[in-house]
């Protein structure tokens, strides 16, 4: 595939302002091309990779741009499609929506939509009519696939590109993990610690110790619970009774100061998810950390953005982390996250080592 002059990056709705900030800063070579909510695309002033990764928390998918297609007949907006991409070649094809929506709010989530499935199968019939290898819809890139990407920034306004899958979140579809559930879940802050373990390849096993502070309602316990460890749940709100009656769980309801630490000792993970501004949140998290019966070798932290402007402030955020002696701190605004991001910490590197093995 030929890299063009233009790549496109999806945010959350809303971040665009944060987004176009952080960019500026971490790559300065990147000039603002077109800007709607959730979706914006920048010129490049000096050559990128094919492959390039963005220094960036509030990137959620990004890649080349190669144009927009625009019209009121999917049918005609596929032609178009097939006619910008000619000869190129693509291992998969993914199609998906820009945010109609901030995830969490009215009920909204970033999961498929069925627009999207309508256009993509459209697509596809387009697509795969002249290749000899057909292409499957909306399938987990496999590493280094090289991807075709069409947002539906509007119904009727088809923006086409392509990515490499080089990182975990460029292999699924718009950057969302695949984790849609028939099943009710305790509260969305399970998909919140679902998606960051799995962007993160954080190393949880079956067995290890998690010291959870702000459990309440308790759907991050319950991820935590399926994949078998077991939780010190510390909220002074109560817990769903499902959660709070698990055996694997003990529910410290309490205030995160008044936690004695010899009681959590053995906590190998810690998850935070106050809703405190993130100074809060590292101070609290801090005391533990510091702790000498604590020796938590990895933490999972949700840092609220009660005004935007604290975007600005994640660099000093990882730095006072890094501080604390973690080899590898990193920030993502995932996709299930709200006006927040999470920040993983990982003691030593080679934790995240044997878990990718
Ligand atoms: C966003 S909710 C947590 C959602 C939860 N993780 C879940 O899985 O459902 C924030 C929680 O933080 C708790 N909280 C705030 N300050 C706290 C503190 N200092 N210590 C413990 N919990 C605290 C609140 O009571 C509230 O239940």
């Known amino acids: 595939m030929q890299e063009t002059e233009f790549i496109y990056v999806c945010c959350q709705r809303g971040a665009e302002p944060v987004l176009k900030a952080e960019l500026e800063r971490e790559h300065p070579e990147l000039r603002l091309a077109f800007s709607r909510p959730g979706f914006v695309t920048f010129k490049l002033t000096t050559p990128y990779p094919k492959n390039f990764v963005l220094r960036s928390t509030f990137a959620r998918a990004y890649g080349w741009s190669m144009g927009r297609c625009s019209g009121e007949e999917g049918d005609a907006l596929s032609r178009q499609v097939v006619e910008l991409i000619g000869n190129a070649a693509f291992d998969q094809m993914h199609v998906w929506e820009r945010d109609a929506a901030v995830p969490g709010h009215a009920g909204f989530e ?13 697509l596809l019939s387009a697509v795969n009519e002249k290749r000899d290898r057909p292409l499957a819809l909306n399938r987990m890139a496999s590493p280094d696939q090289t991807v075709l990407d069409v947002v539906l920034v509007e119904p009727n306004q088809w923006w086409v590109g392509w990515h490499v899958a080089g990182t975990i979140p460029a292999r699924w579809v718009g950057g969302v993990p695949p984790l849609v559930r028939d099943d009710e879940i305790t509260s969305r802050a399970y998909y919140k610690l679902a998606e960051a373990c799995a962007w993160s390849q954080f190393p949880l096993r079956k067995g290890d110790l998690v010291l959870e502070l702000g459990s309440s309602p308790g759907g ?8 078998g460890t077991s939780v010190f749940a510390v909220d002074p709100a109560p817990l769903d009774p499902e959660i709070a009656e698990h055996p694997k769980l003990m529910h410290l309801q309490m205030r995160s100061k008044d936690v004695r630490k010899k009681d959590v000792a053995g906590s190998r993970w810690l998850v935070a998810d106050l809703n405190v501004a993130p100074n809060y949140t590292l101070d609290t998290v801090e005391d533990f950390v510091s702790n000498q019966h604590l020796h938590l070798r990895g933490m999972i932290l949700t840092l609220k953005l009660t005004k935007w402007e604290l975007a600005a402030t994640l660099g000093e955020c990882r730095e006072r982390v890094k501080a604390w002696g973690f080899d590898i701190v990193k920030t993502r605004q995932l996709a299930f996250n709200r006006r927040e991001v999470c920040l993983v910490a990982i003691r030593d590197r080679m934790d995240l080592r044997s878990q990718r093995r």
């Open 220 to 227: 991050a316990s319950e991820f935590l619970l399926e994949q």
């Open 110 to 122: 970033p999961f498929p939509t069925e627009l999207a499935q309508c256009a993509g199968d459209l």
